[in-house]
């Protein structure tokens, strides 16, 4: 089962982390030399679409793999170990990722215009960013690259 779910886990963090890159690489590029925000609102609502199944699956799976590692969830915090380690700061990511997401759902997005167009990609850079954390210290709880 762990095997099941760490392939689920890494194929969901593929069109997580996937997904963002092309955003910030390829696609936001464009739109801040043109201000295409219509583009920007395209891309985000048909990557929403996997992008964030994508997310609730590597949560779902990242809780049970980290249970599976380490039962006791009191330690998930502790960084006492190579384990804890890692799980507290995929956790952190995660928190960081969520506070980012309601930022720009609730105060970025509802009113983006070329004024705060920006700010938008600044979080978005930011996520990408994250992203890419996220997959390295994944790697790392098996690789040690950390």
């Known amino acids: 089962m762990h095997t099941f779910f760490l392939v689920l886990h890494v194929l969901a963090a593929t069109?997580?982390?996937?997904?963002?890159?092309?955003l910030a690489i390829v696609v936001l590029p464009k739109i801040l030399k043109t201000k295409n925000i219509k583009a920007l609102t395209e891309f985000e609502e048909n990557f929403e679409k996997i992008g964030i199944p994508a997310l609730i699956i590597q949560v779902i799976t990242g809780i049970y793999l980290a249970y599976s590692l380490l039962p006791n969830i009191s330690e998930w915090f502790s960084f006492s170990n190579h384990i804890s380690?890692?799980?507290?700061i995929k956790l952190l990511l995660l928190?960081?990722?969520i506070i980012?997401?309601?930022?720009?759902?609730?105060?970025?997005?509802?009113?983006?215009?070329?004024k705060?167009?920006?700010?938008?990609a600044a979080h978005?850079?930011?996520v990408a960013?994250?992203?890419?954390?996220?997959v390295v210290a994944g790697l790392s709880v098996r690789l040690m690259i950390f």
Not at 15 to 22: A, N, R, S
Not at 100 to 114: D, G, M, Q, T, V
């Open 129 to 134: 960013l994250v992203s890419v954390l996220f």
């Open 85 to 88: 380690t890692h799980v507290g």
């Open 124 to 126: 978005i850079f930011m």
């Open 100 to 114: 980012l997401a309601l930022h720009a759902r609730f105060k970025l997005i509802p009113n983006l215009s070329e």
């Open 116 to 120: 705060n167009l920006n700010a938008l």
């Open 15 to 22: 069109v997580w982390t996937g997904g963002h890159l092309i």
């Open 95 to 97: 928190i960081i990722t």
